[in-house]
Nanobody, 120 residues
Framework: QVQLVESGGGSVQPGDSLRLSCAAS?????MSWFRQAPGKEREFVAG????????LYADSVKGRFTISRDNAKNSVSLQMNRLKPEDTAVYYC????????????????WGQGTQVTVSS
């Protein structure tokens, strides 16, 4: 069982930046970030395959968010720029035991979530 631990959430103003990190206790083959706002379903944000570093982004964050990974540390990060109030949500790190980014929550491991609040 791989444990995932997120960090880096917080409260910021519109236009600010935040960087989320997710540390994995073991190897996963694809990792993604999802988010869930109050009263809404969990939605895909960004994902990365571990080997070739191919990435995928939701249209709502494309050009503003960047996902990256550090193989040596078994970690993945999400750099979030030009944040908007609609980015407010709990952000979850998720990992899969096989290659392939899924935009739906078909993942084997989940972190506990970290709150991101964007408000003026």
């Amino acid at each position: 069982q791989v444990q995932l631990v997120e960090s880096g959430g917080g409260s910021v103003q519109p236009g600010d930046s935040l960087r989320l990190s997710c540390a994995a206790s073991g190897r996963t083959y694809a990792m993604s970030w999802f988010r869930q706002a109050p009263g809404k379903e969990r939605e895909f944000v960004a994902g990365i395959n571990w080997s070739e570093s191919s990435t995928l982004y939701a249209d709502s964050v494309k050009g503003r968010f960047t996902i990256s990974r550090d193989n040596a540390k078994n970690s993945v990060s999400l750099q979030m720029n030009r944040l908007k109030p609609e980015d407010t949500a709990v952000y979850y790190c998720a990992g899969r035991n096989i290659y392939g980014i899924r935009t739906y929550p078909d993942y084997d491991f989940w972190g506990q979530g970290t709150q991101v609040t964007v408000s003026s």
